[in-house]
C-alpha cells in the first residue's frame, strides 16, 4: 500500500482549491492550470518549498504515514506539495504490519529529504525536491507534487508501454539501485513508482529507507547500472556523506550506507566478470 501519492491519475488543467476569501483580504492570483511532471526542479523548487504560504492543507487519506497535500503560494505562483511529519523509531525487532519482522524499524520523514539529498549527489534525478520545514509548530519534510503522474501499479493495470524502451528501462534500474542503496524496505511497493505522461519516472515515499543493515536487500534485482552514477557513487566519501545528510540520518545510518555502497560495487564487478561491460553497464 503506497503511503504517500494517491492513486488516482490527477486531470490536467484542474483548478486548485483555494481557502474562501477572508473580509479585507486581497484576493489570491488564479491558480494557473497544472503543469505535467515537476513545474519547479532544483534550488527554485528548494527556496519555494521553503518560503511559499500554505493555503489549503487536505489530508490524503491514504496509507499510514497520514501525508497532507499543501497547495502553497509565493505571491505568483501556486504549486502543490505532499507533507509529511511521521517520526516513528522501534529499536530491537519488531514485527511490523503486513506481516514480518524487522531490526530496528524506522518510519520517517527525515529519510525523505536525505533520499532527496542523496539523489542530488549521485545525480539520478529520481527523486523530487524535499526540504524540511516546519508548519503550524510541526516539523517535517515537503516534497513537490509530481502533476499528471500515475503510479507504475496503475500503468501496469492499464497496459500501457513506455515509447523509449530503452531510456525507461534506464530509470527503472537508477530506482532499484536508490532502493538497495537505502535499503528501503517499502521497495517492492510499485505504488511508490510515479510516471508523468512523458514517461519520466519518479522515485517517492522514502520514509522507510536509510536502515543501518550493511547487506543489500534484494540484490537479484541490480543486473545493469549507469556507469555515470557507478562512478560518482564510487567517489563518495563519509564527510561528504556526513556534510550532506548528517541533518537528517545518524551515524549508523550512514555507517548502512557506506556498507551498502560497497557491497554494491563489489557486485557490479561481479556482474562484469560474469557477462561483461556491455551487458551490464549503460551511459
Known sequence: MMRGYGVAVLVLGAGLALPPLVRGQAPAPVPPPLVVGLPLAGAEAEKFLRTARVVDRTPIGKGVTRADRLTLIDGTRTHRAIWKTINERRMGLQRIEGGGLEFDFRDSWKSEVAAYELDKLLGLGLVPPTVERRIAGRTGSLQMWVEGAMTEDDRKKRGLEAP??????????????????????????????LLDPTFRVYAV??????????????????????????????????????????????????????ARRDRLLALVKERIAETGEEAVLYP
Open 164 to 193: 523509449d524502451a530503452a531510456a525507461w528501462n534506464a530509470q527503472m534500474h537508477k530506482v532499484r539501485l536508490l532502493h538497495q542503496l537505502t535499503y528501503n524496505t517499502d521497495h517492492r511497493n510499485v505504488r511508490n513508482v
Open 205 to 258: 515515499d522514502s520514509s522507510r529507507a536509510f536502515r543501518i543493515q550493511a547487506d543489500l536487500l534484494e540484490p537479484g534485482d541490480l543486473v545493469c547500472f549507469s556507469r555515470a552514477v557507478m562512478g560518482t557513487l564510487a567517489a563518495l566519501d563519509r564527510p561528504t556523506l556526513e556534510a550532506r545528510l548528517r541533518p537528517w540520518l545518524d551515524g549508523r545510518q550512514i555507517d548502512g550506507l557506506l
